[in-house]
């Protein structure tokens, strides 16, 4: 069943001239669609505390530990590089044709790509298999529409205390799988030291977890998972359509392509058609996307220096922990997340409004990036003990509240998407964005992390660095109002 959706007259958030009964969630597929937040999360969780040491094994540093973080980098962004060609044009036509076929074809290419990856023994093999992941999955975009299509204004924050729930177990379990299986012949030789299989490709086994466990969610998408855009244009019609113009497809366009609220007196007056990209782009799209990607910069080059640093040798910077240790790290640091979200956010979100979750998420970047040289001067003049894991621990607890921006941000997407029928292209839009600032944030931030740990440079410009990016994200965020509702009541 899809829930009856507001009009763009109707407030985000509950009005107290207008009160209104909260929509109980729809749990027949929503249940779906908390299991389809995991295998993306997963598999990029699972490579994040093997992929230093596999940048080593493979040779392309040729034995120069600063250059691991540069090559991390290129890996980490050439995901995001084919994301962002391809993500808005996967979200709008998920708009034409629905959702579901979309998020098939993006299961089927997490899936693929995973097997490839931990076949892969040239940097040039591994850079490919996320290429094609980055290029076909749509998943996380798409599936944020589907969840708007299904959900209402009065029950959306509460479903986002929910979707807490796979991803704080993909992004617990993701790094335990990633740090424990790796190189299992040599960490677990009783049982798998026969197999050359695994000795010749040692990363092979998470890697085969992670798409074992996709292909079980395309299965359940395939079977389970109901379409949610009421009525959608045929494939076949929308190639007729660039073929032969866009007076064809207007000519076969359906009447309505958007949920409406029966007790609207003129639900005519609601927009039914998705939007040209021009049409989309208005003042409030465009603010949103500009926090989105400066946010999602910011959190992508935390994430993508916090395995590095980790890695890397205390007498260079780091704090010279191995995968396994890294792994347990990022593991407590996805449950955290998970678990303060489901238990605070709709609460905050009720107290404090998105704005304010949002700008205090943005604004904990800055004491995030200062406690990086804090825990390795700590850990060169004390050793690592309790004082550097007391530092380790308020740094991955800040990390929380950066985590927290992206369901406000989902918010103030739903407030200013021009009408309901564009919601996945105006999704997309943002997701593009965000795609263009996860490519410059992770290579970046790793070569540049790389470049000041060589000799001669100065070993805080990844810091001054980071600090910059947290300052501008701050600064955009000043472009949102304290309320997304306020979006929707001026329109």
Same mark, same amino acid.
């Given at each position: 069943?899809? $829930? ?72 980490? /962004? ?72 299904? *959900?209402?204004? @009065? ?15 993909? *992004? ?35 890697? /085969? ?32 359509? $660039? ?45 949103? *996307? ?45 449950? $955290? ?25 943005? /604004? /904990? ?60 292209? @105006? ?48 600064? *955009? ?15």
């Amino acid at each position: 069943m899809i $829930a009856q959706q507001d009009d763009e007259e109707t407030s985000l958030l509950q009005r107290p001239e207008r009160p209104t009964a909260k929509t109980p969630l729809p749990w027949d597929q929503f249940w779906i669609l908390l299991f389809l937040e995991m295998p993306d999360p997963v598999s990029s969780y699972i490579l994040a505390p093997f992929v230093p040491q596999l940048i080593r094994d493979i040779g392309v540093t040729h034995g120069d530990e600063s250059q691991v973080g540069h090559y991390v980098g290129i890996l980490q /962004s050439s995901y995001y590089a084919a994301h962002t060609l391809t993500i808005f044009h996967w979200s709008q036509l998920s708009d034409h044709i629905g959702r579901k076929p979309v998020i098939l074809t993006a299961l089927s290419a997490i899936s693929i790509s995973m097997f490839s990856f931990g076949l892969s023994k040239t940097f040039f093999a591994l850079v490919v298999s996320r290429v094609v992941c980055g290029a076909f999955d749509a998943s996380n975009s798409v599936i944020k529409s589907m969840l708007m299509d299904i *959900t209402d204004v @009065t029950n959306m924050p509460l479903a986002f205390n929910y979707i807490s729930i796979p991803w704080m177990i993909a *992004t617990t379990i993701g790094p335990l799988i990633g740090g424990s299986l790796s190189r299992p012949a040599d960490r677990f030789p009783d049982i798998f030291g026969r197999s050359e299989l695994l000795k010749m490709y040692p990363y092979l086994l998470p890697c /085969s977890i992670s798409a074992f466990f996709t292909s079980i969610a395309w299965l359940v998408t395939h079977v389970c998972l109901k379409e949610s855009v009421s009525t959608r244009t045929p494939l076949l019609e929308l190639i007729k359509g $660039a073929f032969f113009g866009q007076s064809y497809l207007k000519s076969r366009q359906p009447s309505s392509n958007v949920i409406v609220d029966p007790g609207e007196a003129n639900a005519g007056e609601v927009q039914s058609k998705p939007l040209s990209l021009r049409a989309l782009l208005t003042p409030k799209v465009l603010s949103v *996307t500009a926090s989105y990607a400066t946010t999602g910069m910011l959190q992508m080059s935390l994430s993508s220096v916090l395995p590095i640093f980790y890695a890397t040798p205390i007498e260079l910077g780091g704090l010279s922990l191995d995968p396994s240790r890294i792994g347990t790290l990022l593991a407590v640091q996805g449950a $955290a997340h998970g678990v303060f979200q489901l238990l605070f956010y709709a609460r905050l979100h009720d107290r404090f409004g998105a704005g304010a979750i949002h700008m205090t998420g943005v /604004s /904990s970047g800055i004491p995030t990036v200062i406690l990086f040289p804090v825990i390795n001067t700590l850990a060169r003049v004390y050793g690592i003990g309790m004082a550097v894991w007391l530092c380790v621990s308020v740094q991955l607890a800040l990390t929380t509240s950066l985590i927290m921006c992206y369901p406000c941000i989902t918010l103030f997407i739903r407030a200013a998407a021009p009408n309901r029928a564009s919601v996945g292209a @105006t999704i997309g839009i943002g997701q593009v964005a965000v795609a263009v600032a996860r490519i410059i944030g992770p290579a970046s931030a790793a070569s540049v992390f790389s470049y000041s740990i060589e000799a001669g440079h100065d070993a805080w410009l990844i810091y001054y660095f980071l600090i910059t990016i947290a300052f501008l994200a701050v600064g *955009t965020s000043l472009l949102l109002p304290h309320d997304p509702s306020v979006w929707e009541d001026s329109q």
